[in-house]
């Protein structure tokens, strides 16, 4: 939820704020006391990305590079990524919002970091500039990069995460897998009495629940339920995979609205 902590917890990592308790690592090096061992490491978008309006996105960029000690050779390959080629000498206060977030991308980038952390990235952009912004994010972790985001928006996190945490009130509340917590190798059956069907497949190992109209069964790889049922003279009118939206599991750990 808004206020959960999410860029607290981001500027925590980068260590931008002071801890109250507890500690940080980031690749093994606890923040900020050994920052500068994993630094070179690292490419973040905290808040709004910072730029030089007056200046091209080009120059932008030279002078990130310098500041952080980096050579201008990859510059240009950065550009070609975030698709700014055509618009790199021209004054970044003229960029649109997306294309001042793509910029922003190209300079996390400069240090060809491991880890990337990016706090709403997608925020505010239009349609198509989120979907230019995702595809180049699925390109970084293909090429093996850790891509941390930060969302409330919980169509992007669905299209890109393959891992999710949930914070809510500054605490963790849930994580795992995303197709976890979507409820993967969870199946949903109708049958006409779901007390002896939940005692059968309970009796044969299978875990199950149910949301008042049905059976949800968790069934592994699927194998085995219906012989389960059948066995027992049970024969459901319904089995189907049960999937819930990302939307529907978050209000459901956070308590809704």
Do not use: W
């Not at 490419?43 to 050579?71: H, K, Q, W, Y």
């Not at 969302?151 to 897998?177: F, M, T």
């Not at 592994?220 to 009118?237: F, K, N």
Request: net charge negative; with cysteine.
């Amino acid at each position: 939820p808004n206020g959960a902590g999410k860029t607290t917890t981001f500027r925590a990592l980068l260590g931008l704020t002071r801890l109250d308790g507890g500690e940080v690592q980031v690749m093994g090096h606890p923040v900020p006391a050994e920052l500068t061992a994993v630094a070179k490491q690292l490419g973040a978008i905290v808040e709004e990305p910072g730029s030089i309006r007056s200046l091209s996105g080009r120059i932008n960029l030279e002078v990130a590079a310098d500041t952080l000690g980096f050579g201008h050779d990859r510059i240009d390959e950065l550009l070609d990524f975030v698709g700014l080629v055509g618009d790199a000498g021209r004054s970044v206060g003229d960029y649109s919002k997306g294309m001042r977030q793509r910029l922003a991308l190209a300079a996390a980038l400069l240090a060809d970091p491991r880890l990337l952390i990016l706090d709403e990235p997608l925020d505010g952009l239009d349609p198509a500039g989120q979907h230019a912004f995702r595809a180049r994010l699925r390109d970084l972790a293909t090429e093996g990069r850790t891509v941390v985001v930060s969302s409330h928006d919980l169509s992007d996190v669905e299209q890109l995460a393959d891992y999710v945490v949930v914070i809510d009130q500054g605490r963790l509340v849930a994580q795992g897998p995303l197709a976890d917590l979507l409820g993967a190798g969870t199946t949903r059956i109708v049958v006409e009495d779901p007390g002896e069907a939940a005692a059968v497949l309970v009796a044969a190992g299978f875990q199950c629940s149910s949301d008042g109209t049905s059976l949800l069964v968790d069934t592994g790889d699927g194998s085995g339920l219906v012989r389960a049922l059948a066995a027992a003279g049970i024969y459901p009118s319904e089995v189907r995979p049960a999937r819930s939206s990302l939307e529907a599991v978050f209000l459901g750990i956070t308590g809704g609205l």
